[in-house]
T-cell receptor
Framework: AQSVTQLGSHVSVSEGALVLLRCNYS??????LFWYVQYPNQGLQLLLK??????LVKGINGFEAEFKKSETSFHLTKPSAHMSDAAEYFC??????????FGPGTRLSVLP | SQTIHQWPATLVQPVGSPLSLECTVE??????LYWYRQAAGRGLQLLFY??????ISSEVPQNLSASRPQDRQFILSSKKLLLSDSGFYLC????????????FGPGTRLTVL
């Protein structure tokens, strides 16, 4: 069975500081991994995804994530936080593209 | 391009009343469709998914049901709402390929009083 953990339900960073949101997964077969962002009272929007190939994936809004098979991790980073990055972030995994498992989410706050 | 619609956007219902939430996808055919619920301050809970017309899989036993009367229409229903049914309901779809992401609708905020 698949599972996703996100360390830290709430992360606060200063504007301009590095953003690091952690995601670890468990999967019996090579997974496909995703990061989504959710703004209040809205649906989820895809930030980036890893399927195959290059393990460093670049997404929208300056975010990127690196797939590390040995660590079963897919952490999300952004070099410099912006106030508009404040939102809820979800990591997700699927094996066969049918059932998706989401992490519990991390709320990112950006302080001025 | 593909779009996904949900309505209503917000809904306030008394306990014991029926529920019908609708989700419609445009611009694609034969999508996999999903219903999720987000309770306040919590993650996504998968409720139902469907791989085709009339094919519904339930992930969590509860007083909710789902139907797929048309290829691109997914309906979430209840005969009698409970207080615990309050939450943010999200519909999502994905293409039939193993490496494709889910696309989410704008959601419906349901408050049961």
């Amino acid at each position: 069975a698949q599972s996703v953990t996100q360390l830290g339900s709430h992360v606060s960073v200063s504007e301009g500081a590095l953003v690091l949101l952690r995601c670890n997964y468990s999967s019996s077969v090579p997974p496909y991994l995703f990061w989504y962002v959710q703004y209040p009272n809205q649906g989820l929007q895809l930030l980036l995804k890893y399927t195959t190939g290059a393990t460093l994936v670049k997404g929208i809004n300056g975010f990127e994530a690196e797939f590390k098979k040995s660590e079963t991790s897919f952490h999300l980073t952004k070099p410099s936080a912006h106030m508009s990055d404040a939102a809820e972030y979800f990591c997700a995994v699927t094996q066969y593209g049918q059932n998706f498992v989401f992490g519990p989410g991390t709320r990112l706050s950006v302080l001025p | 391009s593909q779009t996904i619609h949900q309505w209503p956007a917000t809904l306030v219902q008394p306990v014991g009343s029926p529920l019908s939430l609708e989700c419609t996808v445009e611009g694609t055919s034969n999508p996999n469709l999903y219903w999720y619920r987000q309770a306040a301050g919590r993650g996504l809970q998968l409720l139902f998914y469907s791989v085709g017309i009339g094919q519904i899989s339930s992930e969590v036993p509860q007083n909710l049901s789902a139907s797929r009367p048309q290829d691109r229409q997914f309906i979430l229903s209840s005969k009698k709402l409970l207080l615990s049914d309050s939450g943010f309901y999200l519909c999502a779809w994905t293409r039939l390929a193993v490496n494709n992401e889910q696309f989410f609708g704008p959601g419906t905020r349901l408050t049961v009083l």
